[in-house]
């Protein structure tokens, strides 16, 4: 597989994840809001879109996720204007003076580490990236989770996206049905909260959006439980609809920009860019100046 290719599925799969981040921002309470200071008048997206763009620089760069190179980028590139959570600024500012991330993420939470989405919502263009091999698709995830996310289940919660978005890249072009899709991150995702979510999804699936998401959360306690097994029924539930899925997130409320950007980088990893609403897509903030592009 040339690097250009996998390039091309990642970067599509980081569009498709900022759209729904910007789209599901602007379905937030207004007092939680991300604002681009430099484009007032765009969707912006949130640090969701900010991470995955470092992580897929991070793999562009060296081939595979530098655990200490990630980290700095995290902390370099953060701006306070994308809605970091409390425990991501403490990161930040600990490896801003210098600090070691391994010293600062096992200590987050008091002493339990995050369990958190984050490592899951920013992991979907490394999935498209390393979509030829799912083992180390998961491998891959579960390394970027680690440097924000030292809770099993925050590193599962990147797992199951990851192998999820490798997968549905791999499959680009040709069938795919929703189940199956949560059967492959399922059989990758490690045993605990997030495994069980996905194996209630499969159980809900063909029924209805606010069922799912009182069954399986909706990320309002901003969990990786209760986010990525509603993302994965989202996904198969709505796989040849990027609009309708990225909808039916913000329909249901909760951490609508992380559930919105999960779903997108899912389905564009698959279909590509094209399934993305024109005006959507022209009403998102720009992608950062610094973040590489692929040819064509």
């Not at 990027?242 to 950007?261: H, L, N, S, W």
């Amino acid at each position: 597989m040339s690097d250009d290719k996998r390039r091309v599925l990642a970067f599509d799969s980081l569009v498709g994840l900022s759209v729904g981040d910007a789209f599901g921002n602007r379905a937030l309470p207004l007092r939680m809001v991300a604002r681009s200071p430099e484009h007032p008048e765009s969707w912006a997206w949130t640090d969701d879109t900010q991470m995955a763009c470092s992580l897929l620089a991070v793999i562009d760069e060296y081939g595979t996720v530098d655990q200490t190179a990630l980290a700095r980028a995290f902390a370099a590139r953060a701006e306070s204007c994308r809605f970091y959570g409390m425990g991501a600024m403490q990161f930040i500012l600990h490896v801003r003076n210098g600090g070691r991330w391994e010293d600062v993420t096992p200590r987050l939470f008091g002493g339990k580490g995050s369990w958190g989405n984050g490592g899951a919502m920013r992991v979907a263009p490394l999935g498209a990236y390393f979509h030829d091999d799912l083992d180390r698709a998961a491998t891959e995830a579960a390394a970027s989770a680690e440097v924000t996310h030292s809770h099993p289940e925050g590193v599962a919660g990147a797992v199951a996206i990851g192998v999820a978005a490798a997968h549905a890249a791999a499959r680009r072009g040709r069938p795919l049905k929703g189940a199956d899709l949560i059967d492959v991150a399922l059989r990758h995702t490690p045993e605990g909260k997030v495994h069980d979510g996905l194996r209630r999804a499969l159980e809900l699936l063909g029924g209805t959006a606010l069922d799912a998401a009182r069954e399986l959360g909706n990320g309002s306690y901003i969990s990786a439980p209760d986010t990525v097994p509603f993302v994965l029924w989202t996904v198969a539930t709505h796989l040849d609809d990027y609009e309708t899925a990225i909808r039916t997130c913000a329909d249901v409320g909760g951490d609508t920009d992380t559930t919105a950007a999960m779903v997108g980088g899912i389905l564009t990893a698959y279909h590509g860019t094209g399934v993305i609403p024109a005006d959507w897509l022209a009403a998102r903030e720009p992608l950062p100046a610094w973040l590489p592009v692929p040819p064509g």
